[in-house]
């Protein structure tokens, strides 16, 4: 019987977190990228090599977008997208040896589809099928609805909060706490497990997006940009992931940007 999508998918993201963990036990080169904290290691370029080839060979006709450069050149969302982030949450990976993962994202026609975050180190995978649900490991995620800002914890990069990006103080101030991770893959995944009720990001590439915008859609928590504009995976963005009375309260706060 021919391997469905999700079952080839689930088995390579397998393997690569399997290889993942056993670089700890050696050194693996790491090099700058436009910042002394913008890290790319030999492992990132590896992994998005090793998904990039096993998508080439069973699905020829789609289109990749990857984060190290081993995907297409996309310029329309026309047909079946894939996005790839091989390690989100390098700086972790060198520095923490913990909380990062591996999201792939697939789009039609600019709609999300299917998203896949694969939590290394807790050995978790988070699935989620638009029109169906989302799961961990196979088991279904409840739908959580949390209501409100006022009554929640939310979570997002500590330096967009120190540069009050999109007045985000004011969205810290209202909410009952503000916690952060440092891969956009957790805190979205923060998110779905209805520990967080919203994830605010002043500016995330489609890679770091694009399986967290699917899986929150699957479980109706909504996803946008600043504005409450859709998505584009052509292009980065603010990217606003909250459950929906959230959402709408968290943008009238965003909004009032000077
Ligand atoms: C980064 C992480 C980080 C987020 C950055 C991303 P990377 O991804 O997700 O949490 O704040 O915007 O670039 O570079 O580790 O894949
Ligand atoms: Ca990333
Ligand atoms: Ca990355």
Redesign the pocket.
Known sequence: MQKTRQAMITEWLTYVADKLRESFNRDIKVAEKSAAN?LVTEMDQWAERYLVSQIREHFPNDFIIG?EGCGDNVTSTDGTIWVI?P??????FVKAQNH?AIMIGIFQDGEPQEGYIYDVMHDELYIGIVGVGAYVNGTQIDQYSLESLEESLIIG?VMNFIDNRYNMQELARTAMGVRS?????L?TISVIKGEVSLYF?A???P??FAAGYAIAESLGIKTTDHLGEKLSILKKSPVLIAYPNVHKQALEIIKQTN
């Open positions: 913008d984060e982030d390690i989100d949450g390098t700086l972790n990062f990069n991770i440092g891969s956009a893959a805190q990001s500016g995330l590439e890679w770091d």
